[in-house]
């Protein structure tokens, strides 16, 4: 199985700065379509997880451009840029390569 | 809009066995793969299964496999979720979720529906 890992935030972040969390993968993630299957989730409090980001880098459906992808095959890092009260929640890595799925542990944001 | 509403969930003792369903709307149901993914109390996220379109193939993680079932019905527009031999690490929130239309990722999540097993 791929296990994800997840960093940690150094919480809480003040309003208005970036915040970057990181995943990483135990198998490349690189598609031979030249795609890479990384997906980002959010789960605000008492809410279901939201798509954020899929294909390491694609911000999903009215997702702000506040939010942003990169990485390489192993190594990913999601970028909140001006933090706001509404991005507080658990952000999840998930890899959608292989099955079984797997997601990182988590990564909880939280407000100064 | 793309709507998903599970039901089905409750209270049951070990070794019994739930059904949980999912309806959905607002899209063309058979044309996705879909999905149950699961969350333990204060724990993350954990997928429990996807079917193809079609119902033809189905796919799960070991801690299940054998003892859960996913189905689904596409002229009703409904995924399902059989759960037999259940054990108290079932416990968990179960979301209905759609596979993006490249099947790459989760797109569309219900809210959820609570399963505790417990004697």
């Known amino acids: 199985d791929i296990v994800m890992t997840q960093g940690a935030l150094p919480n809480p972040v003040p309003s208005g700065e970036s915040a970057s969390i990181t995943c990483q993968s135990s198998?490349?993630?690189?598609?031979?379509?030249?795609?890479?299957?990384l997906n980002w989730y959010l789960q605000r409090p008492g809410q279901s997880p939201q798509l954020l980001i899929y294909w390491m880098s694609t911000r999903a459906s009215g997702v702000s451009d506040r939010f942003s992808g990169s990485g390489s095959g192993t190594d990913f890092t999601l970028k909140i840029s001006s933090v706001e009260a509404e991005d507080v929640g658990v952000y999840y890595c998930?890899?959608?390569?292989?099955?079984?799925?797997?997601f990182g542990g988590g990564t909880k944001l939280e407000l100064k | 809009e793309v709507q998903l509403v599970e039901s089905g969930g409750g209270l049951v003792q070990p070794g019994r066995s739930l059904k949980l369903s999912c309806a959905a709307s607002g899209f063309t149901f058979s044309n996705y793969y879909m999905a149950w993914v699961r969350q333990a109390p204060k724990k993350g996220l954990e997928w429990v299964a996807t079917i193809s379109t079609s119902g033809s193939r189905t796919y799960y993680p070991d801690s299940v496999k054998g003892r859960f079932t996913i189905s689904r019905d596409n002229a009703k527009s409904s995924l399902y979720l059989q759960m037999n031999s259940l054990k108290s690490e079932d416990t968990a929130t179960y979301y209905c979720a759609r596979a993006g239309i490249y099947s790459s990722h989760f797109d569309y999540w219900g809210q959820g529906v609570m399963v505790t097993v417990s004697s």
């Open positions: 998930q890899q959608f390569l292989e099955y079984p799925r797997t």
């Open positions: 198998k490349s993630l690189l598609h031979s379509n030249g795609k890479t299957y």
